[in-house]
């Protein structure tokens, strides 16, 4: 635990929360499961379960050891616009029977989805690409907006830069505004704070870690690669709505497409399967990244990586990286505030 530990890092948002420090896991599906979360939990940070079409019984599993390995609070990440509308009924209905306090969405802003669980009490963060979409959001009862950059990696909504969406974001919300978007180290962190923003949102940071239920191949890929190995395309789509893009690592399927990186129909693509988790097939062009279970054509699937992976050299536990990043921004803030400029807006962010 880090309470106490960095005092210029303390926003509004670890009060909300109950984290000690505004640094979050975002809620990677396959990946974020409950080790990588307890240990988020464990150095000071906010851990969101990664659920986004799971069963609701894995849900029930997962929610309860992450509780058995901490009592931190979490989230659980869910994603209507890629579930079936039955399935994400009951893992709503399995989260609030487990007593979940507070929940994360992406993409499409359902509002029903955001009204039932904040009727049950719990928190709402809501992850949005768009001005519009942090609007809606917001309107609909999100409790924290983070703002996605298109430098990140997995699903990217927006075009916009991290920063440059954040800013117009916090022009005009009352809620907090957490960054997301090639955020990998205190650099990113001291940034965030400093333009007003309450707190980061990271995924790569976290899928290269040893508790990150990723496959070593795409993990030992990340510390290997630099900004400029990573593509914008919606080849891998299946699972998901036609023309959702995803930042991932070149790899043979992406340098195959040439110059066509976008503009893929779903149901043009073949239902190839090219790798298998536990017996159940994994598609060629599906989102599915590979896990620690997989086994086939790992290459071939989507790596994903956002644009900050060329700052990530190896594989570490994930509160050493943590730790990293705090440690960094408190040094970085510390200038700051050394050369007379004031910190105080920046952590109130959109108060």
Known sequence: MTDGLYPA??????????CDVPILLAGMGGVSRWELAAAVAKAGGYPT??????????????????RAATDRSFAVNLIPAATDPDLLDAQIACCLDLGVGAFSFFWDVVPSAVERVKAAGCLVLHQAGTVQAARDAEAAGAD??????????????????????????????????????????????????AMGAVGV?????????????????????????????????????LNWPRGAAVRVLANTVTEALGDRLL??????????????????????????????TTTGDLEAMALYAGQGVGRITDVVPAGERLRLMADEATVLLGRFRSDGCGHEEARHGGE
């Open 49 to 66: 379960l990664g659920m986004v079409r799971e069963a609701p019984e894995l849900i029930a599993r997962e929610v309860q050891a992450l």
């Open 9 to 18: 890092l303390r926003t509004p948002l670890c009060d909300l929360l109950g």
């Open 201 to 237: 949102h990271c995924g790569t940071a976290f899928l290269a870690t040893t508790e990150s239920f990723a496959h070593d191949r795409h993990k030992r890929r990340l510390a290997a690669a630099h900004a400029a190995d990573t593509v914008l395309t919606d080849v891998f789509v």
């Open 144 to 193: 924290v907006l983070i703002a996605q950059g298109v430098e990140a990696g997995g699903h990217v909504h927006g075009r916009i830069g991290a920063f440059a969406l954040t800013a117009e974001i916090l022009s005009g919300s009352r809620v907090p505004v957490v960054v997301s978007g090639g955020i990998v180290d205190g650099r990113g962190l001291a940034a965030a704070l």
């Open 263 to 292: 503009g893929h129909d779903p149901d043009a693509l073949p239902r190839e399967p090219i790798a298998w988790d536990d017996g159940v097939p994994r598609l060629r062009f599906s989102t599915d990244s590979p896990l620690r």
